[in-house]
Structures are given as structure tokens and as C-alpha cells.
């Protein structure tokens, strides 16, 4: 688990280049780039300003720490449903 925070961290201080917030540009890559295999619509520019609007709590136009691992926290539920939801078909 060390491990996998560390990259969620590090993915983001990455992504931010130097900055304490993701701008639409940097988001949008990071979304399309790391989390394409487990979300959709990450090709869909339209689509990833949408979710970055959703995130904006302070309504900055930009994504900050806090926000992105609100993201993550959402992708890591959808996926943990998914995993219990296959599981309890297949008993």
C-alpha cells in the first residue's frame, strides 16, 4: 500500500510540474494517461473538463491535491464495486 500511494502522490507532483495545482492541461493528460484503462470518456477532452469541474471545489479552474485525490478516491470505489460485484455473481 506504501507503494501505491506513493505513486498517487508522485503521479500528481509529476503532473503539476513544480505547481501546488493541476491546470486544465495537465489534468486532462493525466487523466488520459493514467487512469484510461479504468475510467471512460478519458479521450473525450469535452468529457475530462467536465470532471475537472466537478473536482473544482474552490472554482479556481484549476486541480489541486486535495481535489485529484478526490478522483482517485472515486476511481478506487468504482473499482472495488466492480470487484465485489464480480465476485458475488460468481458465488
Known sequence: MESAIKTIVTTF???ARGKENLDGKAFQKLVKKQLG????????ASAVK????????NSDGKVSFQEY???IGY????ISERSSGSNADAS
Open 13 to 15: 507532483l509529476t503532473s
Open 50 to 57: 467536465e470532471m475537472q469541474r466537478g473536482l473544482d471545489e
Open 69 to 71: 485525490f478526490t478522483l
Open 75 to 78: 476511481v478506487a470505489n468504482a
Open 37 to 44: 484503462g479504468v475510467m471512460e470518456d478519458t479521450d473525450s
